[in-house]
């Protein structure tokens, strides 16, 4: 079946940092990839995606590459922010089904 | 893009008493829409998917009697806590998922549940 594996937290990081969560995933076929971001007492929003091999997902200065060789769509920022502490999820979806599998989600915290 | 909004966002329940959670995709016809529950720190545990106008589909150890899951229409999915106990106090979570979507999900801001 479907599995997501990400880096356990929490990650701490200062302010400018790079950042480099890592995610890889077990799947039969060809998935899309998601990273999900939620923010204290929210509910998940999309970060990025890619739908296939070597697409690039990139969104708010977070960028993801699909690595079909590798299973992984590793998240990276290269300058992190306070106000991107959150959680993140990774999470894959499987052509024609709706459930995407999520990974247990890593949690990100910038200090100033 | 689209929306989904959930209501209320947060509750406080006696214990025994039902509460009921409203999930809408307020931008886009949804045939298909996702209950999960989070605890503290933890990933999202699908509970059930829901489809207009039928019955939903529970994931295994998930108690239907207990998650009443009803799906009217193509805008609105409900899902009641009967018999709530503090065990149930939880952060409940919707999605929705456009035809087209392979996988990707639509969240609600997600309601935070107490029952004390």
């Known amino acids: 079946g479907n599995s997501v594996t990400q880096m356990e937290g929490p990650v701490t990081l200062s302010e400018e940092a790079f950042l480099t969560i890592n995610c890889t995933y077990t799947a039969t076929g060809y998935p899309s990839l998601f990273w999900y971001v939620q923010y204290p007492g929210e509910g998940l929003q999309l970060l990025l995606k ?3 091999a070597d697409d690039k997902g990139s969104n708010k200065g977070f960028e993801a590459t699909y690595r079909k060789e590798t299973t992984s769509f590793h998240l990276e920022k290269g300058s992190v922010q306070v106000s991107d502490s959150a959680v993140y999820f990774c999470a894959l979806g499987s052509g024609g089904s709706y459930i995407p599998t999520f990974g247990r989600g890593t949690s990100l915290i910038v200090h100033p | 893009g689209a ?114």
């Open chain 1, 50 to 52: 890619a739908t296939k």
């Open chain 2, 3 to 116: 929306v989904v909004s959930q209501h209320p966002s947060w509750v406080i329940c006696k214990s025994g008493t039902s509460v009921k959670i409203e999930c809408r995709s307020l931008d886009f016809q949804a045939t298909t829409m996702f209950w999960y529950r989070q605890f503290p720190k933890q990933s999202l545990m699908l509970m059930a998917t829901s489809n207009e106008g039928s019955k939903a589909t529970y994931e295994q150890g998930v108690e239907k009697d207990k998650f009443l899951i009803n799906h009217a229409s193509l805008t609105l999915s409900t899902l009641t806590v009967t018999s709530a106990h503090p065990e149930d106090s939880s952060f409940y979570i919707c999605s929705a998922g456009e035809a087209s979507g392979r996988g990707e999900q639509y969240f609600g801001p997600g309601t935070r549940l107490t029952v004390t």
